[in-house]
């Protein structure tokens, strides 16, 4: 039972001055914001979609349980301790991620460990490098559809009078028109890479602007929907009320993130397992059991799968009687993909690169490299290693990442990052930290009808993470953090209590409901 959402009537459409976030699950002042006494729940997993889950379950006074298998909370944004070869202890993470200013439910869970965000401060410029063509910014666009769209054509150096004029209209069109049923009608079984093709853009302009927007989702754009494509386009530029500029935590996820989630858990009466894996689940009477991978057993009525989508297709291919109570979502899960691996480099480098180097690139068209993170010029911690010994502390990402392992990757994103910040080819590197992990989802064309819902059809078990089909359009951290309140909110509807709140971008694009089915040309 998920609790009332509030979303756009069928004929209403975002106009330019309404661009501002939209109510989507509203507060009901008639039911008691408390779960009744006794009321309890485990969530298996700790990273975003679990915690938040947790969070909002032990503020109303439900006895959680959290069950996280790693030794850190987190998931993809975890983080840990690291010892560096000079004895000093700096925490690293995953990978660097932006902290977007539309993450409305994740920025809402943070606020109960920060009510400022003082932890966040902004990321000055957002380019995207190349070796081809001259770097394209897309900070500073106004935030409200036509206008960002039409400042973008008149500042960008790589969209001009001719992109306009060879431009599939129609084709185009469809990125302001976004609406779930028919954007996901015509284009979910359609390639982004075709996509992109009819759109008659110029190469430069594919390559520099959609080309590196599209790898930022983990995938190749010939493996991702084009529907896809253009949900996230509207969700993150042509629907976002705040514009395309992010934040970024002033020091380690570890001390400014999970820690202190995990004492507010603790406050409100939560326990939080580390290094506890849950091997299968099964329906007990009227609930679930749930086997731990040191033999203890848990039973209870609510029970959260807040997990990656490989663990939790491990986790269902090891319960079949939970796939037996619960066939849809067995069925689902079978059919969730990963997306190829992401390798992640962290260099400790004996030198600082140019003073005008931007602390976040994106790069396009390079065979590995996908983005550079100067973290000290981010965070505390590696600015006083890099003030100490006079180096710096680079970050490098690969996406959909075709090396055979992390060592090779790191050596091609090392040349590929030569090529384009010369200053970089000779450092030392003083340290390394690499690695190589495949554990996002990713929604390939013709995926969007076998995704995992929030609720199915096994009682008292829901499913929150970024690969879940939430019931309005949310993206990456923030789709997390909404599965993960949404499920919560389940628990809360199923035993008599109020919903959390949740707000989200305007769920229709501009044109929405104007245009005609578009053909190929």
Do not use: K
């Not at 909002?56 to 070869?85: D, I, K, N, Q, Y």
């Not at 009078?161 to 129609?170: E, I, K, P």
């Not at 602007?209 to 190749?220: C, G, M, N, V, Y």
């Amino acid at each position: 039972m998920i609790a009332p959402i509030l979303t756009p009537h069928p004929g209403s459409r975002a106009a330019p001055l309404r661009m501002r976030p939209r109510v989507l699950v509203a507060a009901d002042p008639d039911l008691p914001r408390q779960a009744p006494e006794g009321t309890e729940a485990v969530v298996v997993g700790g990273g975003i979609a679990g915690i938040s889950a947790a969070v909002v379950l032990a503020e109303r006074g439900v006895a959680v349980t959290v069950l996280e298998a790693a030794p850190t909370l987190g998931g993809r944004l975890g983080a840990w301790p690291h010892r560096l070869p000079d004895g000093t202890q700096h925490v690293v993470e995953h990978g660097f991620h932006a902290f977007f200013r539309h993450y409305y439910t994740w920025r809402s869970i943070l606020r109960r460990i920060d009510p400022d965000l003082g932890f966040l401060r902004p990321v000055e410029g957002y380019p995207v490098l190349s070796r081809t063509w001259p770097a394209e910014d897309l900070t500073g666009l106004p935030t409200a559809p036509p206008l960002n769209l039409v400042a973008l054509f008149a500042r960008s150096p790589s969209l001009g009078l001719r992109d306009l004029v060879r431009s599939n209209t129609a084709w185009a069109a469809e990125l302001l028109a976004y609406e779930r049923r028919r954007t996901t009608a015509l284009f979910d079984r359609v390639p982004a890479a075709r996509f992109l093709e009819e759109l008659g853009m110029s190469d430069r302009a594919q390559a520099m602007l959609f080309e590196a927007f599209a790898r930022s989702f983990f995938a190749d754009p010939a493996q991702l929907s084009a529907g896809e494509l253009i949900a996230m386009f509207h969700y993150y530029f042509l629907g976002n009320p705040e514009g395309l500029g992010f934040d970024a935590p002033v020091t380690d996820y570890l001390s400014a993130i999970w820690q202190p989630l995990t004492d507010h858990l603790a406050r409100h009466g939560a326990t939080v397992r580390t290094q506890a894996a849950v091997e299968t689940i099964e329906p007990s009477g009227h609930g679930w059991r749930v086997v731990v991978a040191n033999g203890e057993e848990l039973v209870t009525r609510h029970l959260i799968l807040a997990v990656d989508p490989g663990a939790l297709a491990r986790l269902m291919a090891a319960s079949p009687a939970a796939a037996a109570a619960a066939p849809r979502l067995a069925r689902q899960v079978e059919r969730l993909q990963l997306a190829p691996p992401v390798a992640v480099t962290r260099m400790w480098l004996d030198r600082d690169v140019a003073p005008d180097r931007p602390v976040f690139s994106a790069v396009s068209r390079e065979p590995t490299l996908d983005s550079i993170t100067v973290y000290s010029r981010l965070e505390q911690p590696s600015r006083e290693w890099a003030r100490r010994t006079g180096g710096s502390v680079i970050e490098l990402h690969s996406y959909a990442c075709r090396a055979p392992d992390a060592a090779t990757a790191t050596e091609r994103m090392r040349a590929e990052l030569a090529a384009l910040w010369p200053e970089t080819a000779h450092a030392g590197v003083v340290h390394l930290d690499q690695r190589m992990t495949a554990t996002a989802p990713t929604f390939p064309p013709g995926s969007a009808a076998t995704r995992p819902t929030v609720t199915g059809d096994g009682r008292g078990l829901r499913v929150a993470g970024d690969f879940v089909a939430t019931p309005f359009l949310t993206g990456l951290m923030e789709r997390s953090a909404v599965s993960g309140v949404l499920a919560a909110n389940d628990v809360l509807a199923e035993v008599g209590a109020g919903p959390e709140p949740i707000r989200g971008v305007p769920q229709r694009g501009l044109l929405a409901g104007l245009l005609p089915t578009p053909r190929p040309r």
